[in-house]
């Protein structure tokens, strides 16, 4: 088809030409011929290139075909989580590789119970991980996450169980050094258990077994935190029928520490606790019992008080003696308020006595000061006056002794 335009404008890129109806069209000015100017009239040709369209028609389908078979028909898998092994406090899971088709990973994230229990380093390098510090025969769920450039994806959630203390399934060792009498009774005592034997140590090893500590086996022990322990320990959990502690059977170890057998620690703490508290009733009952008088306490038991001095020594010479003991707890209770009443009226005539005595010395100094001192001391009582008759003798002290009245 032929159409006819005008040039109403050339510039360096675009041309404005007029159609006969007086419609601007903008047309590449390279595309015109190099004389064109404002006012030229140019023929354009136009027609379809059916073979140029089906080629780029073709070019587009097989674009699309490839897009789709590299991007289309794979995406990633959603992880897959297993339980490789399981112990009193601890799990090891494992997890088939990830795959990602063409996502980038963003993340790899466990959880525990609901929670995120931390995310996984390197995914691609490690599948399993180990979980300890977990509660004795308790349950617990765990899924993984995975976050990619196409979308995140989680895996089913497994439920574990920790193992009781009778349980020892889930130990599994690793044999070190170990004589050849040694190696095949711990292999032995392995099965008898139902516990496992592994070549080599693995992330799932809870106990390495041997007599010396040598070797790349135990070195790398060491590295992964594994419990270095003597062929004894097998024979501890079959005897005791349960998981027992390691701390005696180190290496370096001191064997008293071993548990003999099951429930010494426990009667060894009741004898304990026991013996305190029968010690103070025996004593009871033999201070309770009364005394024979012929019979004397042996010479191991007996305690000698110490010998009195000064005051005390005076004060021990003028008490009484002691009673002899009583047959029985009747006589006893009577000699014992006869002593109380004498006591009591010891003390009354005792205070008597002193204040008789205080009167009288008071009557004799004053007397001696209103008679110069050589007249005869006189007694003042109530009611009058009374002669004593003659100078009360001085005792050797030089104070007046007591006057009778």
Not at 109 to 120: D, E, T, V
Not at 310 to 338: F, I, M, V
Request: aromatic residues 4%; negative net charge.
């Amino acid at each position: 088809m032929l159409i006819s335009l005008t040039v109403g404008k050339v510039d360096a890129g675009v041309a404005v030409l007029l159609t006969e109806d007086k419609r601007l069209i903008e047309f590449p000015s390279i595309l015109l011929p190099p004389s064109i100017s404002s006012g030229s009239i140019v023929d354009i040709t136009v027609s379809r290139n059916l073979a140029s369209e089906a080629s780029s028609s073709k070019s587009f389908l097989a674009l699309q075909s490839a897009i789709y078979s590299t991007y289309g028909q794979t995406s990633p898998s959603r992880p897959i989580l297993h339980c490789r092994n399981a112990t009193q406090t601890s799990v090891v899971l494992e997890w088939d590789p990830i795959s990602l088709a063409t996502a980038q990973l963003r993340s790899l994230a466990l959880y525990r119970n609901g929670s995120k229990a931390g995310n996984i380093p390197r995914p691609f390098d490690l599948t399993s991980t180990k979980i300890s510090g977990l509660a004795v025969d308790t349950a617990y769920a765990f899924h993984l996450v995975l976050r990619t450039s196409a979308g995140q994806y989680s895996s089913d959630k497994l439920t574990v169980r920790t193992h009781k203390m009778t349980d020892l399934s889930g130990i599994t060792v690793t044999p070190g050094v170990l004589p050849g009498a040694l190696r095949d009774s711990l292999s032995g005592a392995v099965q008898r258990i139902g516990a496992k034997i592994a070549d080599s140590v693995r992330i799932d090893t809870t106990h390495f077994v041997c007599t010396e500590g040598r070797g790349r086996d135990w070195e790398r022990a060491l590295e992964m935190n594994i419990p270095v322990v003597r062929p004894e320990w097998i024979e501890g959990c079959e005897r005791e029928g349960r998981i027992v502690g390691v701390r005696g059977y180190y290496l370096d170890a001191n064997p008293k520490l071993r548990q003999v057998g099951q429930g010494v620690g426990v009667q060894q703490a009741a004898q304990q606790q026991s013996s305190p508290r029968t010690m103070p009733v025996r004593q009871q009952q033999e201070e309770r019992r009364p005394a024979s008088p012929t019979s004397a306490p042996p010479a191991s038991t007996r305690r000698i008080p110490p010998e009195p001095e000064g005051a005390d020594a005076e004060e021990q010479s003028t008490s009484p003696a002691p009673l002899p003991p009583a047959k029985d707890n009747a006589e006893l209770a009577s000699r014992h308020s006869e002593e109380v009443e004498d006591n009591a009226h010891a003390k009354s005539e005792g205070g008597r006595e002193d204040t008789q005595r205080d009167l009288t010395m008071n009557t004799a100094n004053t007397h001696s000061t209103t008679t110069g001192g050589n007249a005869t001391p006189r007694l003042e009582v109530p009611g009058g006056e009374e002669d004593v008759g003659e100078e009360a003798p001085r005792s050797p002290e030089g104070s007046f002794s007591e006057v009778q009245l």
